[in-house]
């Protein structure tokens, strides 16, 4: 766990509300982040995020200090929308109001088809090459950290890595054709 976490989390244990604040702002944006690349929709990823951040005030104390303290909030934030997910029937398409970054115009234009057939891609993947994917690329966790958030050795989370990769490369030529063909 970071020095800064260490210390916010003991700030909240005796009482210090502005300390979960700042702990909240510092992870959010990666548990909206990874709830979203999950779900695929806005509303739920935001929903999921709120009772993740709730959960772990709930439960702070249980934490254990000598794990990293975002390993902690994101396992919650995986379980959580995986656990969503699965109260679902159907999975929901992303609308495109969701990003955080607002691209240029030439990236939309060059990246819309792209970004959409990877998300298709993405929401069809099992939920454990989907979670190692949304690790990796969305939340940037190294293997290392991946291996504790998922709580499985380091080799198997580079082997789902790998297997997830090339399932996303076998859905993009099903429905577009060879990757990185004209």
């Known amino acids: 766990m970071s020095d800064e976490d260490a210390e916010l989390v003991q700030q909240c244990r005796a009482g210090n509300r502005e300390a979960f604040t700042v702990l909240v702002l510092r992870h959010q944006k990666t548990v909206y982040n990874v709830a979203l690349r999950v779900l695929g929709h806005p509303e739920d990823a935001r929903d999921a995020t709120q009772n993740v951040f709730l959960k772990v005030f709930e439960h702070l104390d249980s934490f ?64 454990e090459q989907r979670e190692v994917v949304v690790l990796r690329h969305v939340a940037e966790l190294s293997y290392e950290e991946m291996a504790e958030v ?22 993009l030529a099903e429905e577009h054709g060879p990757v990185g063909a004209p």
């Open 64 to 127: 254990d200090p000598r794990h990293r303290f975002f390993s902690w909030v994101y396992r919650i934030a995986l379980n959580e929308a995986i656990n969503r997910r699965s109260r679902r029937q159907q999975p929901t398409e992303l609308t495109g109001e969701e990003p955080d970054q607002v691209p240029g115009p030439e990236a939309v234009v060059a990246g819309e088809q792209t970004g959409k057939a990877l998300e298709g891609a993405l929401q069809r993947l099992v939920a």
């Open 150 to 171: 998922l709580q499985v050795p380091e080799k198997t989370v580079k082997s789902r890595l790998h297997s997830a990769r090339m399932r996303l490369r076998e859905l």
